[in-house]
């Protein structure tokens, strides 16, 4: 069974410029759940979809969002970039929603804003 | 906001030791799960922890869950110098849909 796999995994990009991160989950989850890993902050979660639907938020700015596919892949958008959104942004899936179940995460997407 | 807060930050062991990471969580919850990552990684599930359990063991793993003093600990025994990496726990309230928080982390070194 294929993992998760995030894309792209490496990418540069300016202040003020958008990016947007793919995430496809293991086949048959539902769930997929975004974090935001940064030396400082730590794991920080950003939001959970299952079934297309968004489940939960966590404390970001309307800059970042996200959106599920009917196949489950995922998307999250982070709209005019600040130099402190700097981080590796991890997705995981699972077979079940909030928190319930074991994640399985990619490798991350490292996001590196000059 | 970090729900949980593991202790010791930072573990130096020598190869063939027990390993001991303590995590202290702040409200009620549904399970607690400890994750491995290795340097810059994506997170490796390792063991999940209802809370109605008092311990569980997977290999050399062995997970303890008190909820009167919302604490777990992750004991890893015999270590290798594999085991290096950072550890956190995770925890998600019990009602309705929760999301996963991750502690702050266990930094351990295995030295060979």
């Known amino acids: 069974k294929a993992g998760v796999t995030q894309t792209p995994r490496y990418l540069i990009k300016t202040r003020g410029q958008q990016v947007t991160l793919s995430c496809s989950p293991i086949s048959g989850h539902r769930s997929v759940s975004w974090y935001q890993q940064t030396p400082g902050q730590g794991l920080q979660f950003l939001f959970e979809?299952?079934?297309?639907?968004?489940?939960n938020k966590g404390n970001f700015p309307g800059r970042f969002s996200g959106r599920q596919f009917s196949n489950s892949r995922s998307e999250m958008n982070v709209s005019t970039l600040e130099l402190g959104d700097s981080a590796l942004y991890l997705c995981?899936?699972?077979?079940?929603?909030?928190?319930?179940?074991?994640?399985?995460f990619g490798e991350g997407s490292r996001l590196t804003v000059l | 906001s970090q729900q949980g807060e593991e202790d010791p930050q930072a573990l130096s062991i020598q190869e063939g030791e027990n390993a001991t990471m303590n995590c202290s969580y702040k409200?009620?919850?549904?399970?607690l799960q400890w994750y491995r990552q290795n340097s810059g990684r994506g997170l490796v599930h390792l063991i999940l922890?209802?809370?109605?359990?008092r311990e569980k063991h997977s290999g050399r793993l062995r997970v303890t869950l008190d909820t009167s003093k919302k604490s777990s600990s992750l004991l890893i025994t015999a270590s290798r110098a594999a085991d290096t990496a950072s550890y956190f726990c995770a925890t998600a309230a019990p009602a309705g849909y929760q999301k996963v928080t991750f502690g702050t982390g266990t930094k351990l070194q295995v030295i060979p």
């Open positions: 995981a899936s699972s077979s079940t929603s909030g928190g319930t179940g074991e994640l399985f």
């Open positions: 922890i209802r809370s109605n359990e």
């Open positions: 409200t009620s919850i549904n399970n």
């Open positions: 979809y299952f079934s297309e639907t968004q489940r």
